[in-house]
């Protein structure tokens, strides 16, 4: 079993950048695929990044390709979200997600997932 805590979130004018971190806790970091979802007021739970154990391989969504980062250190047990670049639209409660390995083709749905953070607020103003 694995821990998630977010941090990071916060208000930020739109075209500034924000550093989200997902730390895990446990010394099995290493075997968990990880991704990052967001969900705005209202919406669905939406599908942001992901990546697998070694980091080698990563998967975006369209919406925030070529804006969004996402990085993970498995010596600090933490996966980063690096977001640049942002919009109104990115604006959302930003969770974590653990799973010990993606099924094909899940690792865009929340249901891919079995450990979650609490999530943190991330607000862009226009």
């Known amino acids: 079993q694995v821990q998630l805590v977010e941090s990071g979130g916060g208000l930020v004018q739109a075209g500034g950048s924000l550093r989200l971190s997902c730390a895990a806790s446990g010394r099995t970091f290493i075997r968990y695929d990880m991704g990052w979802f967001r969900q705005a007021p209202g919406k669905e739970r939406e599908f942001v990044v992901a990546?697998?154990?070694?980091?080698?391989?990563?998967y975006y969504a369209d919406s925030v390709k070529g804006r969004f980062t996402i990085s993970r250190d498995n010596a600090k047990n933490t996966v980063y979200l690096q977001m640049n670049s942002l919009k109104p639209e990115d604006t959302a409660v930003y969770y974590c997600?653990?799973?010990?390995?993606?099924?094909?083709?899940?690792?865009?749905?929340?249901?891919?997932?079995?450990?979650w953070g609490q999530g943190t607020q991330v607000t862009v103003s226009s």
């Open positions: 990546i697998t154990r070694s980091g080698g391989n990563t």
């Open positions: 997600a653990a799973v010990s390995s993606f099924h094909p083709g899940n690792y865009g749905i929340p249901e891919g997932y079995d450990y």
